[in-house]
């Protein structure tokens, strides 16, 4: 990039002529100047690329849920980019310990997917998708310098954790097969069909806009609930035009900050992918775990990933901690649309500080939270950005993805 | 650039051919090799993947279905080590990126102007008709080809350690799937190059901070300090904004070459960034170099 006989001038006479002291200092330019040009290319190239949204015919929203469910991509193979961000506190191996000991799997192989998949639930992850027909799906979550794959081949499910070399396998019948699919993971079209579950007369559904997402052309679904008491702002869902399949899924609290969850292709092919993507022989040396036998499908729970399940989640860890209570009795769910919220007495003490006898979780999770006072009584508000909890002192616990207030009001009106 | 060609007086009498400029380069090449110095710290990286190589052997007792570690501690792939030698390779180039190879360029990358300096032998290199431009172009390319020389002998070393050590054959990738033992060495190789080449920066930065100073281990010893405080801001969750231009922020990237298929968005960024290190602080090298004043 630089001349070479140009610096050949440079002589001790020319030191004492200003002038060309300042072409000397003219030189530090060139470094600044590239870093300029970097910056705004840095700058500038995404923005220039995302200009400019693709020209697609109008379309209606009922057409549009149409497509999606008219969709039939058997074929596909993609990098998805998930990020949770639910405000949680970051209670790092706590939440794991809490997540399996909800799931009940503690036999401790790294590789078993029910307790892999749960990490998914804060943070940013990229996944790598690919799917051949309804026998043959493959998931990997990658990590730094490791991955975790779970592998669907015909009859057997495996999982390989490569950072501890440990193997995790399963069988299913076939005709669980087809019912994984829509298991397997926060694939964009799983959560779509989840919110598009929920459209009733509660809900706002409009076509707004297209967008690129992945280097293909998608319409933009917008779900957006009526209620005022629900933390859910909206709902987006980007459709590729050509095939229906939903390539990203985007909800945002009502108190407005970054999406709750983001879930969305990064790349995406429709084309078979290569029948060597769905081998797979344990590694000599790995360590093998036999997993449940037909019928439990891995990952179907903890791959749910809709907002209600993790939260329910979280409670079923709760609860355990505490002690012996019998289960949940009588779950009650309170309105309906985006601000039902769902009751249950767990017929035990509730997390007053001092009911003790529970372990060091009361008072954790009396931390955590913060305590309200009602005519109902007091208890605890557990919050995040999406979904709220909360536990009375005589131990009923309201749930939903709705505002304190609204909990406590469903609280006072239960009494 | 046009406006340096200005500056140029007076052409030199007689031009120096093309050829001298790869005389120069061989003999930069070879005294650079031949130092004590550069044979220690190429020793020092040989006996790191021998090292890593033994310690998994005992305490895995030579039992291929020992496993590693458990829960996956310790550098990348080191659980693989016990049924496949080839992972030794990639073990022990993930233990020394962080801290050991880039060490070794910045030491040789800080000496290569300032060691000449405080040797006093710099005002003879420039007697001699290459130029300063000329002059730092053969050094960068020194210490950029000692990259890839320190990379190859810490491959090397630990695939003859792993062949030795352990059982050699199909390797499974960390995607899952199976490849043959030969594209296992080629992708070795790629990573050995990726890994050299995510050294170019800590290069660059090394031959400006060497033409700041006249004292070569006032350069070693800056370089490698601004070294570790990258390494250590780049582990401060807060910062995370400006991490993705930190030189070391991509390069345990190199592990993304052994997924199936291989994800190349993090390897293509590794190199962008040096590719922007290496033009940023080459041209503020050249911009200082050029511009100083010769006293030693």
């Known amino acids: 990039m630089a001349p070479y006989e140009s610096d050949d001038s440079t002589t001790a006479g020319d030191a004492d002529d200003p002038r060309a002291g300042r072409r000397r200092a003219a030189r530090y330019g060139v470094p600044v100047a590239v870093v300029g040009v970097a910056a705004v290319t840095i700058g500038l190239v995404p923005a220039l690329a995302d200009s400019g949204d693709p020209d697609l015919p109008r379309i209606s929203a009922q057409k549009l849920i149409e497509k999606i469910a008219a969709s039939d991509v058997q074929q596909l193979s993609g990098t998805v980019k998930v990020s949770t961000d639910l405000g949680l506190p970051d209670l790092g191996g706590l939440t794991g310990s809490l997540a399996s000991g909800a799931t009940g799997s503690g036999d401790g192989s790294s590789a078993d997917p029910t307790a892999k998949l749960t990490e998914l639930a804060t943070g940013t992850h990229t996944l790598r998708v690919a799917a051949d027909g309804p026998d043959r799906q493959k998931l990997s979550v990658l990590e730094n310098a490791a991955e975790y794959s779970v592998v669907h081949n015909g009859k057997d499910v495996w999982g390989y954790d490569s950072a501890s070399n440990e193997v995790y396998h399963a069988t299913t019948d076939a005709g669980a097969g087809t019912a994984r699919q829509d298991g397997t993971g926060p694939t964009p079209q799983r959560l779509a069909e989840d919110a598009l579950k929920a459209v009733d007369s509660t809900t706002d559904v409009k076509v707004d806009g297209t967008a690129h997402v992945a280097g293909r052309d998608a319409y933009k679904l917008v779900v957006k609930p009526k209620d005022a008491n629900t933390t859910v702002g909206a709902i987006s869902i980007a459709v590729d035009a050509e095939t229906g399949m939903p390539l990203k899924f985007t909800l945002t609290p009502a108190s407005g900050g970054s999406a709750v969850i983001d879930a969305g292709f990064t790349k995406v092919s429709f084309a078979k992918p290569a029948a060597s993507t769905f081998d797979f022989t344990p590694p000599k040396g790995a360590k093998v775990t036999e997993g449940d036998t037909a019928g439990h499908a891995p990952g179907t729970k903890s791959g749910d990933r809709s907002p209600a399940a993790s939260g329910k989640g979280a409670d079923k860890g709760t609860e355990k901690g505490r002690g012996a209570h019998a289960g949940p009795d009588g779950l009650n769910v309170i309105g309906d649309g985006w601000d039902s919220i769902a009751a249950f007495d767990t017929g035990g003490e509730g997390l007053s500080a001092g009911a003790g006898g529970g372990g060091d979780l009361n008072g954790l999770v009396g931390a955590l939270g913060d305590k309200v006072k009602g005519s109902f009584g007091s208890g605890t508000v557990l919050s995040t950005r999406l979904i709220n909890a909360l536990v009375t002192d005589d131990g009923t616990v309201y749930v939903g993805a709705v505002t304190k207030d609204a909990l406590v009001k469903a609280a006072d009106a239960a009494k | ?296």
């Open chain 2, 1 to 296: 650039m046009s406006r340096a060609e200005t500056v140029a007086t007076a052409p030199p009498p007689v031009r120096p051919s093309p050829l001298w400029t790869l005389g120069l380069l061989r003999s930069e090449l070879l005294t650079t090799l031949r130092r004590w110095r550069t044979l220690a710290l190429l020793g020092v990286l040989a006996a790191v993947p021998v090292l890593v190589g033994v310690a998994v052997r005992i305490e895995t007792g030579g039992s291929p279905a020992g496993g590693g570690p458990e829960g996956g501690g310790g550098p990348a792939f080191i659980a693989q080590i016990t049924n496949n030698g080839l992972f030794l390779v990639f073990t022990a180039l993930a233990a020394t990126l962080p801290f050991f190879l880039p060490m070794a360029v910045g030491v040789i990358a800080g000496d290569a102007i300032a060691g000449e300096a405080s040797a006093g032998t710099l005002r003879y290199l420039l007697v001699a008709p290459a130029g300063r431009t000329r002059l730092l172009l053969v050094k960068y390319t020194t210490t950029v080809a000692f990259c890839v020389l320190a990379t190859l002998v810490v491959a090397l070393s630990a695939l003859i350690a792993g062949a030795v050590l352990f059982p050699l054959g199909d390797l499974t990738t960390i995607s899952g799937t199976r490849i043959t033992f030969g594209e296992g060495l080629l992708r070795a190789l790629l990573i050995a190059l990726v890994v050299a080449a995510s050294l170019i920066g800590v290069a660059a930065l090394g031959l400006f901070v060497s033409t700041l100073t006249n004292s070569g281990i006032a350069a070693m010893a800056t370089t490698v300090g601004l070294l570790i405080t990258v390494q250590i801001l780049d582990q401060i969750p807060q910062l995370h904004a400006i991490q993705p231009y930190f030189f070391s922020h991509y390069w345990l990237s190199f592990a993304d070459l052994m997924r199936e298929p291989v994800y190349w968005d993090d390897v293509l960024r590794n190199l962008g960034v040096q590719a922007l290190y290496a033009a940023v602080f080459g041209s503020a090298a050249w911009a200082r170099f050029t511009a100083k004043d010769i006293t030693a």
